[in-house]
């Protein structure tokens, strides 16, 4: 059996490249799961005519407050708004028999399927019942603000939702460029539509960097099956990380789930993770300090420099220096300095590649090592045996909030497996003293 996935919803609809950081922060927030359940079940409108259902030389009508009685039970059933769609017809031709024995007729099973089958009724159900589409729901949402105001009410500011309209409504749904943030809510609307299959059991990684609806969306993969939840709070960089596991679990919709600390690591040095740690009461609270397992504490060291030339001039030093021992090295940097840097080192005659670029530059290798200049939006995952980091003030600065900054930060200084050195020409941040 073939389940629908996130990524089938992405492939179905055409993705832009991505919405604002404030844009795709709101539509992570769980508020909007019971925004877009009005908007979906708003679509239900109230009988104000009779159904009248010819058959044979005969018309049968159901008297329209019979009607609302069945759309009110069919509501309250909270079952899938496609479902409850699809029992519609079923029930119309049920109240349809009920006239024709109230006549004297003794109708069976097969004159109820043909009613439910037949035009009049299924024209009718449809005007009460609407087919929908999550496209055209969600793009009727970000196009029309006073839809998105009636169903945000007492939900969202009206700031909120001006930041969540489209400037220019496409000519129609079809027509529209959905940012990733948009897929979720996407899937958001197709479970409120129709029920998403549940698998038998699912691994989730990198949990603490998704948002609400994100774990909403994974949660309903695994809603009759089980979950294996791995992360490192203090490695959220996202805006909408999670600052609690029991937060993330219960959007995950397994509130209760047993929780496992593993603070024992084997990966970075003792040295690194004690300088890492001292970032952690200010971004994670509560959350303990990683254990490092290994004998050696490796090496780390602290480089203040006076001026941008001299900075530069220490990390080609610093480089070049460990370029004649086997291995790799990173150097790190705040996103917009690694051309620079990048240039710096080419001109010291330090061969070197950029993490994105295909081929190393050109002119000799200085040394054994392999260098690598990396953004630091792109280090989570990496590791180097040796790991220079420019201008930690720089690297923080460069996210949305204070606490991504230093999330983004203990990423970048835990990407070391033996040495760290760490150059800045700016004061260190406070975290660090």
């Known amino acids: 059996m073939r389940h629908t996935t996130a990524a089938d919803l992405v492939a179905s609809v055409p993705v832009r490249g991505s919405d604002s950081v404030a844009a795709a922060t709101l539509k992570g927030d769980v508020r909007l799961a019971d925004m877009l359940s009005r908007a979906v079940w708003s679509h239900i409108t109230e009988p104000r005519e009779a159904l009248v259902v010819p058959r044979g030389s005969r018309k049968w009508r159901v008297a329209a407050y019979r009607v609302a009685d069945v759309i009110a ?3 309250e059933r909270q079952v899938r708004y496609g ?25 069976d099973d097969t004159v109820q399927a043909a009613v439910a089958r037949s035009a009049p009724v299924r024209a009718y159900a449809a005007r009460l019942w609407p087919d ?14 006073d839809v998105l105001a009636r169903h945000a009410d007492g939900l969202l500011s009206s700031e909120e939702q001006r930041i969540l309209l489209w400037p220019k409504a496409p000519r129609s749904a079809g027509a529209a460029q959905w940012s990733a943030a948009d897929v979720v809510l996407l899937d958001e609307i197709a479970d409120l539509i129709d029920r998403t299959p549940s698998l038998g059991h699912v691994i989730l990684d990198e949990a603490q960097d998704l948002s609400p609806m994100q774990l909403r969306a994974i949660g309903r993969r695994c809603s009759t099956g089980s979950a294996t939840v791995l992360g490192d709070i203090a490695q959220g960089t996202t805006p909408w990380a999670t600052d609690s596991w029991d937060t993330t679990l219960a959007h995950l919709g397994k509130p209760g789930a047993h929780v496992e600390v593993l603070d024992r690591g084997f990966r970075v040095p003792a040295a690194v993770i004690e300088y890492a740690a001292r970032l952690l009461p200010h971004m994670a609270p509560g959350l303990g300090t990683p254990e490092s397992v290994r004998d050696n504490r490796g090496s780390l060291r602290i480089d203040p420099t006076g001026d941008r030339k001299a900075l530069l001039g220490r990390v080609i030093d610093q480089v070049k220096g460990w ?15 690694a051309d620079g840097l990048s240039t710096a080192l080419g001109l010291a005659g330090v061969r070197h590649s950029v993490l994105g670029r295909q081929a190393p530059t050109e002119g000799p290798q200085v040394g054994d090592a392999a260098v690598t200049v990396v953004r630091a939006s792109e280090a989570k995952g990496l590791e180097f045996d040796r790991v220079v980091v420019v201008e930690p003030a720089e690297i923080a600065a460069a ?25 800045h020409e700016r004061p260190l941040p406070p975290e660090l003293a």
């Open 83 to 107: 479902a409850a769609r699809a029992m519609l017809t079923q029930r119309l031709a049920h109240l349809v028999l009920t006239e024709m024995e109230r006549s004297g007729d003794s109708p």
């Open 73 to 75: 039970e069919l509501r």
């Open 399 to 423: 996210e949305a909030d204070h606490r991504t900054g230093l999330r983004r930060l203990y990423v970048v200084l835990t990407r070391a497996v033996t040495a760290l050195a760490v150059v």
């Open 132 to 145: 929908l589409t999550p496209t055209k729901v969600l793009a009727r949402l970000w196009s029309d603000a």
């Open 323 to 337: 370029g004649q021992d086997p291995g790799s090295v990173g150097v790190i940097c705040a996103d917009d300095a």
